[in-house]
């Protein structure tokens, strides 16, 4: 599956399967053998609960011993973090 171009002669685009995907992660107290969430039969679509990629980074930095939200850094007087306001840890995945 890729991009479909509207305009003649412009190839398509690699943007397939943008809106879901699989990692596996081992280590780091993850419970093994689990799937946390599902696809679609043709693997394009999630088919049940998304996570957003601030909530992913906040998770393996969890993983890894790390808190998210003390990872704050100051740029032009806004503080900022790699899991912007909106990151969560997904426990579920830790045994």
Known sequence: MAQKSDKPNVPVGRDHQIEAFTMWFAGGEVKPGQTIETTNDPG???T???WHVYDLQA???YALGLDHEQLTYRLQGCDFRLT???GEVKHRLFS
């Open 84 to 86: 912007d306001i909106h």
């Open 44 to 46: 394009c679509l999630a």
């Open 59 to 61: 998770t393996i930095l």
């Open 48 to 50: 049940g609960e998304s």
